[in-house]
C-alpha cells in the first residue's frame, strides 16, 4: 500500500460542458471556449467523459492544464475502445497511449477509472480482466487508478480485495438500481489494503430521474447525509476523496457539489477554493 498522505476531499461534476448551465451557473456573458476556466474557478475537480469516446490530443492536454489554476484535477475514464470495443484484448498499446496522456497532465491528473458494461461479467471475461489488470498494476505505478463494475458477479468482496491488493481503488456509485459497495470497499481500506484514495460518483436516477439541468428537482437530503458521514469516515482512515455529481442526482449537479461541501464543512479538509490569485481571472467574464 502506497504511504498515506494527508487526505483532503475534491467534489465536481461530472463535466463542464453543459449549456444548460448557463444563466444558472455560467453568467450569461460567458462564451463556451471559457466554460472550463469559470468552472475551475468554483470547483477544483472534474470528471472527464471525453476521454471515453477519444483520447485527448496533446494540444487538449495543454490547453486543459493551461486554463485552471494549480491544484485543480481531472477524472478521466478510460476509452470505450478499451473496455466495451475490444474488452481487454490486443489493448497494450492503446492503454499505453492513454496512460502516457494522463501523464502529461501531471498534477492535474487526479485518478483514471476504467468502466465496464453490465455484460463485461466475471463469467465470461475473468480471465482477460485478471490478465489486464495484473499487466496494468505495474505498468503504471506512478498513476492512481480504480475500476468501475456493472456486472453482479463483480460487485463482490472478493473481487474488491483482488483491485485492493493491486493498488486499485472500486469505484463506489450512487445509482438506482446499483448495489451499494460502500461497506465492501471499507473493509479493504479496514484491512490496510488498496491505495490512498477514494473515488465515488453520484449519478441517481439516470432513467427515470430529474429531466433537465438548471435546477434542483430532487433534494437528497438524506443520501447527501450518509455520504457526508462516508466521506469522513473514509478521511478519517487517511483516504483522500475524489468524488463527482452528475444532474440526475438532483437535477442540477452544481448545486448538489455545495449542498455537499456544506455537511463536510468543519468535518473534513476541503481545498481552499479558488486558491490566492486565482480570484482576478474572474474580471476577465
Known sequence: MQELSQPTV???TSSWLFDAWRGVFYPDGVPKNQYLPYYASQFDTVEVNTSFYAIPSPS???NWVESVPAGFTYVLKFPRAITHDRRLVDCTDLTRTFLDALRALGPAAGPAFLQFPPD???RVNRRDLAAYLDWLAPEAPDLSLAVEVRAADLMTASFAR?????????VLVDRIGTADLYDTWLECV????????ALIRWIGDDRNGPQGDRELQVLRDADLARWADRIAELTGRGRTVYGYMHNPY???SP????????LLTGRVSLPDWPPDGAE????LF
Do not use: K, W
Open 10 to 12: 475534491h467534489i465536481g
Open 60 to 62: 487538449t492536454l495543454i
Open 120 to 122: 463485461f461479467t466475471r
Open 162 to 170: 483482488f483491485l485492493a491488493e493491486r493498488n486499485f481503488a472500486l
Open 190 to 197: 479496514d484491512a490496510g489494503l488498496g491505495p490512498d484514495f
Open 250 to 252: 438532483e437535477g442540477h
Open 255 to 262: 448545486a448538489s457539489v455545495r449542498r455537499l461541501r456544506e
Open 280 to 283: 482576478g481571472q474572474l474580471s
